[in-house]
């Protein structure tokens, strides 16, 4: 557990350095998680090593979320006030990452059945 919690954040502080580097335009723990994702998926990491730590971590979310929820009552104010923008917001982008990720999906399902992709 501790070598996959070693790498889970070696990948973050990568994904931050990027991001520094770039000037900050995505941030940082966007880019760790493309970057573990890569490495995951072209075997430069093998996915036992960090299995245990990334199903403890998603069993676990709901503490990760608890923090941001507290930092968003100081701003009651602001969100009643652009409430009608955000729900917009929210909405358009769930259902564009919906989108995506079914077309992701459905590509990476069509390209295995071909047998170009070999996951296992």
Request: glycine residues 8%; proline residues 2%; positive net charge.
């Amino acid at each position: 557990m501790i070598k996959g919690l070693f790498y889970i954040l070696l990948f973050y502080f990568l994904g931050e350095l990027v991001s520094k580097l770039m000037g900050g335009f995505i941030p940082g723990s966007v880019l760790g998680m493309i970057l573990l994702f890569l490495a995951l998926q072209f075997k430069v990491l093998n996915p036992e090593n960090v299995k245990a730590t990334a199903t403890i971590i998603t069993k676990n979310m709901a503490v990760f979320f608890v923090p941001v929820a507290v930092g968003l009552m100081a701003y009651a104010e602001l969100f009643s006030k652009y409430l009608l923008a955000i729900v917009l917001s929210i909405g358009f982008s769930t259902v564009l990452t919906i989108a995506t990720v079914a077309l992701v999906q459905e590509k990476m399902e069509k390209t295995k059945k071909k047998g170009t992709y070999d996951h296992d």
